[in-house]
């Protein structure tokens, strides 16, 4: 069974997520796609990042009624800052029956030769990329393991939807209802 890991803050998680989850899902030889939610990306600060249950929490809620998509904490109980081929290995050892693929966008692509031991994830797991806007051209791109799925073109950030948040604009359908409810209720991202 081929699963799909798209790892993430999902700081918040946000629509744009969710279709690329979906399309992935739907539209490939994906059975299902994990939103790996990651507890600190060793590439980005950490300055305003929610604790990572809450961010967790918030995704599980936003995919509850889609049985094709699932949230995994497997990062939470591994060394940080969280590196991916020490995630991979880990889930290789605990699911040795499961095929997995990296689902990223071409933005990451262009940064990927930056990743610990990314030669390996390459040639052991492979990539599905979809694409971003104003990205040029990875050296990656022809790769024979970097699949490149059709995808809308959708630039939705959290950074904005963050920033929406603390200046008090609605971020109605940039996130699901039920994770707008959650940052209200909490007062998520209001500082």
């Not at 990875?138 to 059709?150: A, K």
Request: with cysteine; net charge neutral.
């Amino acid at each position: 069974m081929k699963i799909g890991l798209f790892f993430g803050s999902f700081n918040p998680i946000h629509v744009g997520h969710l279709i690329i989850a979906n399309l992935m899902a739907e539209t490939t030889d994906l059975k299902k796609v994990w939103f790996v939610v990651s507890p600190q990306n060793p590439l980005k600060p950490s300055k305003g990042l929610l604790h990572e249950f809450d961010r967790y929490d918030m995704v599980r809620a936003a995919i509850f009624n889609n049985y094709k998509l699932e949230v995994s904490d497997i990062e939470f109980n591994l060394p940080k800052p969280s590196y991916t081929i020490h995630t991979l290995v880990h889930l290789h050892e605990k699911f040795p029956d499961k095929e997995f693929r990296i689902i990223m966008g071409e933005d990451n692509l262009a940064s990927f030769t930056r990743w610990k031991n990314y030669e390996r994830i390459l040639e052991d797991y492979g990539l599905y990329v979809y694409r971003r806007p104003n990205v040029q051209l990875s050296e990656l791109h022809t790769h024979p393991n970097v699949t490149f799925v059709e995808a809308p073109l959708l630039d939705i950030s959290a950074t904005f939807i963050r920033n929406c948040i603390r200046n008090k604009q609605s971020v109605r359908y940039l996130v699901p209802d039920v994770v707008e409810e959650m940052i209200r209720a909490k007062g998520f991202y209001q500082d």
